[in-house]
């Protein structure tokens, strides 16, 4: 493990993610209160002014329903105590959802291409494919909240060059929330990840949570916390002591309880009534880093 101390990056990154979400909530909470809108007489649904997360795409579910295809970049730097040694990722996907009613929708959420240029590993090929549901159990507009369950399943059809197509498929079973205060909304996710062949993929449990604020359409801010868990050790790859965060699941041999997490921070542009586009930048929090010292995420969310 690392025993490096934290750089000053970490702590300005920390620093910056608690000064965005105090501003935030000082901002929405600061003024005259005004009287609480009748959701009867007021066709104004909260959640229009919501975003999806940026960070953690694959895992932190947007609880709102909506139909979208979201096309996703991200570029990842490795820590250089990871085995593979000094280097970067670039992952590039699509993701689709669709409402089938307002509460129910098909989700489409891992696809793309992988391409890993590492000091001792290379090479390029295709993640596995996830897909499944969720539904919008509580959706209260007057107490401005929603709390949706769902769940995905990966199939293993990706390339093992870049640890992908691995077992036999994991579960992926989730609960998400969000919570508005005006133009202030917390949104969280919490998560596990079961593989059907636990010798070969690491059971994992996953945590998000973002705090964003609509100041205008064109600048909606966030500060976003993303953690995984490992929760047993696997043997395919033997001694390794950290995971693949949202990207990959090692299947490490040495990972029992470890526990890898990001911070960060970005914004949403909302540059037509059903088009946002989206940046945010995450650094590793918790050692060991692991894969991902630090990445870079892009997207643009086209809702149908």
Same mark, same amino acid.
């Given at each position: 493990?690392?025993? %490096?101390?934290?750089?000053?990056?970490?702590?300005?990154?920390a620093?910056?993610?608690?000064?965005?979400?105090?501003?935030?909530?000082s901002t929405?909470?600061?003024?005259?209160?005004?009287?609480?809108?009748n959701?009867?007489?007021?066709?104004f649904?909260w959640?229009e002014?919501?975003?999806?997360?940026?960070?953690?795409p694959i895992?932190?579910?947007?609880?709102?329903i909506r139909?979208?295809?979201?096309?996703?970049?991200?570029?990842?730097?490795?820590?250089s105590?990871?085995?593979?040694?000094?280097?970067?990722?670039?992952?590039?996907?699509?993701?689709?959802?669709?409402?089938?009613?307002?509460r129910?929708?098909?989700?489409a959420?891992?696809?793309?291409?992988?391409?890993?240029?590492?000091t001792g590993? %290379?090479?390029?090929?295709w993640?596995d494919?996830?897909?499944?549901? %969720?539904?919008a159990l509580?959706?209260d507009?007057e107490?401005q909240?929603?709390?949706?369950?769902?769940?995905?399943?990966q199939i293993?059809?990706?390339?093992?060059?870049?640890?992908?197509?691995?077992g036999?498929?994991?579960f992926?079973?989730?609960?998400?929330f969000? %919570?508005?205060?005006g133009?202030?909304?917390?949104?969280g996710?919490?998560?596990?990840?079961?593989?059907?062949?636990r010798?070969e993929?690491?059971?994992?449990?996953?945590y998000?949570?973002?705090?964003?604020y609509?100041?205008?359409?064109?600048?909606?801010?966030?500060?976003?916390?993303?953690?995984?868990?490992?929760?047993?050790?696997a043997?395919?790859?033997?001694?390794?002591r950290?995971?693949?965060?949202?990207?990959?699941?090692f299947?490490?041999?040495?990972?029992?309880?470890?526990?890898?997490?990001?911070?960060?921070?970005?914004?949403?542009?909302r540059?037509?009534k059903?088009v946002?586009?989206?940046?945010a930048y995450?650094?590793?929090?918790?050692?060991?880093?692991?894969?991902?010292?630090?990445?870079?995420?892009?997207?643009?969310?086209?809702?149908?």
């Amino acid at each position: 493990m690392d025993k %490096k101390p934290h750089s000053p990056n970490r702590w300005l990154l920390a620093l910056g993610f608690s000064v965005v979400a105090a501003v935030s909530f000082s901002t929405a909470t600061a003024g005259t209160p005004v009287a609480a809108k009748n959701p009867a007489t007021d066709p104004f649904d909260w959640k229009e002014k919501t975003i999806s997360p940026v960070t953690n795409p694959i895992y932190f579910e947007d609880p709102v329903i909506r139909s979208e295809i979201r096309p996703i970049f991200i570029y990842h730097n490795f820590d250089s105590q990871f085995v593979t040694g000094r280097g970067s990722a670039r992952a590039g996907a699509i993701q689709f959802r669709y409402a089938i009613t307002d509460r129910l929708a098909f989700i489409a959420s891992q696809d793309g291409y992988l391409n890993i240029n590492g000091t001792g590993v %290379k090479g390029g090929g295709w993640m596995d494919l996830a897909a499944g549901f %969720k539904y919008a159990l509580i959706n209260d507009i007057e107490n401005q909240f929603i709390l949706t369950p769902g769940f995905t399943f990966q199939i293993p059809t990706g390339d093992n060059k870049i640890f992908n197509g691995r077992g036999s498929g994991q579960f992926n079973p989730f609960v998400s929330f969000a %919570k508005g205060f005006g133009d202030l909304h917390i949104t969280g996710n919490i998560g596990a990840l079961i593989p059907m062949l636990r010798a070969e993929q690491n059971t994992m449990a996953h945590y998000s949570v973002m705090v964003d604020y609509y100041v205008c359409k064109w600048f909606i801010p966030f500060a976003t916390a993303n953690f995984w868990t490992t929760l047993n050790s696997a043997s395919n790859i033997p001694g390794l002591r950290s995971n693949g965060y949202d990207v990959i699941n090692f299947g490490a041999g040495n990972a029992t309880g470890v526990t890898q997490g990001m911070l960060g921070i970005g914004f949403r542009s909302r540059i037509q009534k059903n088009v946002d586009v989206g940046f945010a930048y995450e650094m590793a929090v918790v050692k060991p880093y692991g894969l991902s010292n630090n990445r870079f995420t892009m997207d643009m969310s086209i809702r149908f």
